[in-house]
Every structure is written in structure tokens, then in C-alpha cells.
């Protein structure tokens, strides 16, 4: 049984420490493919973005109307064409905004009537576009309404490929940018995707968080605070990583680079969500061993009254065959013509027969109770002895 019990506890454990690195598994393969998933699908859309604004720049219509806007800006018939196509661009991409710049950062023309300033992340990237690249993302920015941005950058060249002006498409990250980090493929009560980005010794929260209202570009955490998985992602750490999250919280999470970005992706999940399932495994292996338990403690209980069963039927059918054997002897000894006398091993007379009897004169009812050998044996055969008896009531005859 003991045997049996340590079998089922060992299995029982086995089968639970296999199956929770099973469950933690298909967690991490959960996580791996959500943040290889959206990682490529942000990376794609900075990507369009790009390519946008390198599309417009590299148009005919916009090198001919910007040179010839900015030798006659009073040309109102030109601006408005300008502002069309703008407008056009705007509509047709989703964009938020579409202006003109001029290498300085002002604004010559706009889709929207009131664009707003040019933010410095903004400038930021024309620096870029200026210092030589075909087309550069701004980073997130919010503006003066609370609404986040990002800008995607180029310039436009004369027929000396020298820039003349900046074209900016503005996008709004609400609209497309944080509902596809935000969303989950599969029902979670803990999980979510973070957009971090190295600033400083920090690491900067780009969108917002699940856990945490007003996050987005606001939340910062050092990068001293080594247990947490933003800042693991920014310091080139990938794949697997379990740590303790903004909240304080132990979490299970993916960590992935968005490729031609400084953007980080980090898609997480508590650690108890994942518990939760392994404690209902916990749950199942526990009943299952004690059922298994009782069920072997019944059937070696069953075995066992079974062994004891066979047992007493051979004793029983044993002491059958001894008795008849006795009943046999003592019928022989009592039906022979010699006398026979039995004692045990302390010399208590257990049996005397008929014919003793006679030969005795000692009656089985007196001979029963006697230690040793007949008075009349005694007599004859042991005068001696007698002696030492009737002169010793301690000595044992």
C-alpha cells in the first residue's frame, strides 16, 4: 500500500509539474506570436507612412507647384490647387493633417485651416530630412489639445536635389496606432502590449496603458529598475522575460524590437492569470490522487480480506485434518491392548487409557490433575522416590 501511495503522489506531482511548464509554454507561445504579430504589423505601418510622404515629395506635382509657389507665394489660384491636393492626401491616407514646410520649419500651406505649431519633435525630424534621409517618423508627440501625433517627414528637392521645402503628413495615433497596440486577440483579464522607447536614463511610455489612465508619454521608470520588462526591452533584452511590471506586478512577457524604429514592444500578462489555470491543475491532480488513493486503499483492503479468507479456509481445513488425526490416534490408543500414558513437556498427565487405567489403578479423573507418574507406578517401580516425596512437600515427586 505504501508502495502504491508513493507511486500515485509521485505521478500525481509529475504529471502537474509537466503539465504547469506545458500551460506557462503555451502562455509564452501566446505572448511570442501577439508581440511578433503587432510588432510587425507597427513596423509595416511606419513603413506606409514613410513611403506616403516619399511618394509625394518624389512627384512631379509637388517639385513644379512647390518651386513655382515659393518664386510667386501671392499666386492664389496656385495655393488653392496646393491646399487641394493636400487636402486630397489628407482624405485619401486618413491622415490628420497635411502641410508644407519651409526648410525652416514654417508653415507655407495646410489641410486644415488652423494646423497648429510645429511641434519640436517635428523639427526634430526635418533636421533629418535636411541632413540628407529620404523620409523620417517624428516621434510621439501631444499637442496643445491632448491628441497625439506622429509626423511622417521629407523633402522635397529642386532640380539640384537641394530641399526647397518639407512636406508633413500627421497622423493621429488614436486612430489606427494605440487601438492596434491596445487590442488582444484572445480573452485576458491581466494581458496588454506596451510601446516603450529609451529617453534618457529612462524609459518612456508611448501609449496608453490598460492598468493606468494617462500614461501615454507621461510614464516614465528609470533604467536602474532592472526587474521590469520596459526596461529590460530597451536595453536589447528579447524574447522571454518574467518580471515585475509598472504596477509592481509579477508578470509573463514577450519582448520584441520594432524593426526600423526606436520603439520597443513589450506584450505582458500576470503571472496569477497564468496561476489561475495551474491552480485549477493543482485542484484536478490533488482529487485525482486521492481518489486514486481510495480506489488502491479498496482494492488492497479487498485483496487483503481476500488473502485473509484463502488463509483461515487452510487453517480451518488444517485443524479438520489435525483433529481427525487426533480423534484417530486417540481411538487407536484407547482401543490397544497396551497401556499408554501421555504428558506434556512440565509432566501433566494429558491422557491415560482404559487399559493403563487398569493396570494402574489410577482413575483418568485423578490421573488429569497429577504432575508426573501413578502412585501405584511409584510404589513399585520408585520406592526411592516415594521417600523423597513424603519427606519433601516442596520437591516435586
Request: hydrophobic share 45%.
Amino acid at each position: 500500500m505504501a508502495v502504491i501511495v508513493v507511486g500515485v503522489v509521485a505521478g500525481g506531482y509529475g504529471f502537474y509539474r509537466v503539465s504547469a511548464q506545458r500551460i506557462r509554454l503555451v502562455k509564452y507561445n501566446e505572448l511570442a506570436a501577439i508581440g511578433e504579430l503587432k510588432a510587425g504589423q507597427i513596423a509595416q505601418w511606419r513603413q506606409d507612412k514613410l513611403n506616403d510622404a516619399y511618394r509625394d515629395v518624389q512627384s512631379l506635382f509637388f517639385r513644379k507647384s512647390t518651386e513655382a509657389l515659393l518664386k510667386d507665394s501671392g499666386d492664389l489660384a496656385l495655393r488653392d490647387d496646393f491646399i487641394q491636393r493636400l487636402k486630397l492626401e489628407q482624405k485619401a491616407e486618413g491622415y490628420s493633417d497635411a502641410l508644407l514646410l519651409d526648410p525652416d520649419g514654417r508653415i507655407l500651406l495646410a489641410a486644415k485651416d488652423d494646423p497648429g505649431p510645429v511641434d519640436a519633435a517635428t523639427m526634430t525630424a526635418v533636421a533629418q530630412v535636411l541632413e540628407g534621409k529620404q523620409a523620417v517618423l517624428s516621434d510621439l508627440f501631444r499637442s496643445p489639445d491632448g491628441t497625439m501625433y506622429i509626423d511622417a517627414v521629407a523633402s522635397v528637392a529642386d532640380a539640384n536635389n537641394q530641399p526647397i521645402a518639407i512636406v508633413v503628413l500627421r497622423s493621429d495615433a488614436a486612430e489606427f496606432l494605440y487601438p492596434l497596440i491596445q487590442s488582444w486577440p484572445i480573452p485576458s483579464q491581466s494581458a496588454e502590449t506596451l510601446l516603450v522607447q529609451k529617453e534618457g536614463d529612462d524609459v518612456l511610455f508611448l501609449n496608453e496603458l490598460r492598468h493606468q489612465a494617462g500614461a501615454a508619454l507621461s510614464l516614465r521608470i528609470p533604467l536602474t529598475q532592472s526587474d521590469a520588462p520596459a526596461v529590460q526591452a530597451v536595453l536589447g533584452k528579447q524574447r522571454l522575460f518574467e518580471g515585475k511590471d509598472y504596477r509592481g506586478v509579477e508578470v509573463l512577457a514577450d519582448l520584441e524590437p520594432v524593426p526600423g524604429s526606436p520603439w520597443f514592444m513589450v506584450a505582458k500578462v500576470d503571472v496569477t492569470e497564468i496561476l489561475t489555470e495551474v491552480n485549477y491543475l493543482v485542484w484536478i491532480c490533488t482529487v485525482s490522487v486521492a481518489l486514486l488513493i481510495l480506489l488502491a486503499t479498496a482494492v488492497v483492503a479487498f485483496l487483503y480480506r481476500q488473502r485473509q479468507v484463502r488463509i483461515y479456509r487452510v487453517l480451518y481445513a488444517s485443524e479438520r485434518e489435525k483433529h481427525k488425526a487426533q480423534e484417530l490416534l486417540r481411538a487407536t490408543l484407547i482401543g490397544i491392548g497396551d497401556g499408554v500414558i501421555s504428558t506434556d513437556e512440565r509432566g501433566h498427565v494429558v491422557f491415560i487409557n482404559p487399559v493403563a487405567q487398569t493396570l494402574t489403578g489410577w482413575p483418568h479423573t485423578e490421573a488429569q490433575f497429577s504432575h508426573g507418574i501413578c502412585p501405584a507406578c511409584v510404589k513399585e517401580f520408585y520406592p526411592q522416590l516415594e521417600k523423597d516425596a513424603a519427606g519433601s512437600k516442596e520437591k516435586d515427586p
